[in-house]
């Protein structure tokens, strides 16, 4: 399993933000689960898209605007490869570090796996209120209207995927990590 107890005890370890917020725990495991099924399709590759789900927003500062965001999720993605928190081939990494950094500029050209990344987080807009536009996602997958509505209503009623509590060992009911 790629995405261990560990890693994201030290993700947790130093987020800022509530677990239960726009940006925290339920955000991410949707992102891993529209990652998921995209990569189905698209053949990103799945470490990648998962390793960004957890990272891209792991050292936001607030939930509105954060510039830089990006950029310091890619730096703890760099901190927690070196802490051997995960593998990850080197090509991988330049991927996940791109992604993360990149996530927040509007951009829509680049490899099928950052693509598949970036759609994979623009699919889950609707937790603050955006319904995710066609003209911004990247890949064929993201662009089927069914795909849209699906994440789309998962992310305006904050959907909690099972898995966090049952993989993750989560609790966000009680509160704790």
């Known amino acids: ?44 590759r799945l470490d990648v898209v998962e ?8 050292r936001r500062r607030n939930e509105g605007w954060d510039d830089n965001h990006g950029r310091r999720g890619a730096e703890l993605a760099d ?12 090509a991988g990494f330049d991927l996940l570090y791109q992604a993360c950094s990149r996530h927040t500029d ?14 994979a987080d623009r699919l889950d807009l609707g937790r603050v209120g955006i319904m995710p536009l066609e003209k911004f996602l990247c890949t064929h997958p993201a662009h089927h209207p069914r795909v849209i509505t699906w994440a789309d209503e998962r992310s305006r009623s904050n ?13 966000l009911r009680r509160g704790t990590p």
């Open 79 to 90: 901190e927690l490869r070196h802490r051997r928190l995960f593998e990850i081939d080197d």
């Open 51 to 58: 390793l960004f789900a957890v990272l891209h927003d792991g």
């Open 106 to 119: 509007g951009s829509t050209q680049a490899d099928i796996t950052i693509q598949t990344c970036w759609d």
């Open 1 to 44: 399993m790629l995405l261990t107890r560990q890693l994201l005890e030290a993700i947790l370890s130093q987020y800022d933000l509530p677990l239960t917020g726009s940006h925290g725990i339920a955000h991410w495991a949707r992102v891993v689960e529209n990652g998921r099924l995209l990569a189905k399709q698209t053949c990103a």
């Open 159 to 171: 959907h909690l995927p099972p898995f966090v509590l049952r993989e993750w060992g989560i609790d």
